[in-house]
C-alpha cells in the first residue's frame, strides 16, 4: 500500500518569496512521485514527476521538487513565487508497469500568493 | 479535440435518479481512467481502462457504479439510484501508454451534484 501525506493544507506567501509545499510518502517499492496544479474549475495539471534517475526534477513554471528517499519525501519549490501560482497543488504516488496510472494523491495544498 | 473532453460540466439531480457522466479522450489515447474529487475524501481512483476492457475496477464505491468503453474511444460513468454522498467533481484522464513513461491528462471534470 502507498501514501501521500502533505503538509499543511494552506500555504500563503507573498509575491517574490520561496514556495515551498511539502509532500512525505509511505511505498513498499520504488516510487514514481508526481506534482500536479489545478486551478479553479480546471483540471489536473502535471508540474513535475520522479520516476528514476536524477533525484532533482525540474517542472513546468519554474518548480523543481527533490526525491529524498531518506527522508521519503517529495517537496515542491520555487524561488520566486508569482500571482499566477495561485492554484491548489496535489502530490501523487504510484508504482509502475500497468498500475501507473492509479494514482494515490495527498489532500491537497492551496497555494495563496499575496502583492 | 486537443485535450480530454468532459460532459455535462455540471450536473443536479435528485437523489434516486441514475446520471451518465461521459468523457472523451485525447485521441489515440489507450489508456482512461476515471477518479473522484470529493470534499471529504479528496482524489480517490476509480476505475481504469486499457482499450476497452477494465483490468482494475477496484476503486468503484458500490455495485451502482459502472463503466465501459467502447471503440477505444469514449466512455461513459454511469451511477445507478444517486445518493446525497455521490456528489463530487469526477475526472476523467487518458495516456498514450499504459508503461512507465505515459503522463495523464486529465479532463475538466464534471461536477455532480444530489439533492
Known amino acids: 500500500a502507498q501514501s501521500v501525506t502533505q503538509l499543511g493544507s494552506h500555504v500563503s506567501v507573498s509575491e517574490g518569496a520561496l514556495v515551498l509545499l511539502r509532500c512525505n510518502y509511505s511505498s513498499s517499492v520504488p516510487p514514481y512521485l508526481f506534482w500536479y496544479v489545478q486551478y479553479p474549475n480546471q483540471g489536473l495539471q502535471l508540474l513535475l514527476k520522479?520516476?528514476?534517475?536524477?533525484?532533482l526534477v525540474k517542472g513546468i513554471n519554474g518548480f523543481e521538487a527533490e526525491f529524498k528517499k531518506s527522508e521519503t519525501s517529495f517537496h515542491l519549490t520555487k524561488p520566486s513565487a508569482h500571482m499566477s501560482d495561485a492554484a491548489e497543488y496535489f502530490c501523487a504516488i504510484t508504482t509502475g508497469g500497468t498500475s501507473y496510472g492509479k494514482l494515490t494523491f495527498g489532500q491537497g495544498t492551496i497555494l495563496t500568493v499575496h502583492p | 479535440g486537443a485535450g480530454v473532453s468532459q460532459s455535462p460540466s455540471n450536473k443536479v439531480t435528485e437523489k434516486g435518479k441514475d446520471v451518465e457522466l461521459r468523457c472523451d479522450p485525447i485521441s489515440g489515447h489507450t489508456a482512461l481512467y476515471w477518479y473522484r474529487q470529493s470534499l471529504g475524501q479528496g482524489l480517490e481512483f476509480l476505475i481504469y481502462f486499457q482499450g476497452n476492457s477494465a483490468p482494475d475496477k477496484s476503486g468503484l464505491p458500490s455495485d451502482r457504479f459502472s463503466a465501459e468503453r467502447t471503440g477505444g474511444s469514449v466512455s461513459t460513468l454511469t451511477i445507478q439510484r444517486t445518493q446525497q454522498e455521490d456528489s463530487a467533481v469526477y475526472l476523467c484522464?487518458?495516456?498514450?501508454?499504459?508503461?512507465?513513461?505515459?503522463?495523464?491528462?486529465f479532463g475538466e471534470g464534471s461536477r455532480l451534484t444530489v439533492l
Open positions: 520522479y520516476t528514476t534517475g536524477a533525484t
Open positions: 484522464a487518458s495516456s498514450f501508454v499504459t508503461g512507465n513513461t505515459g503522463e495523464l491528462f
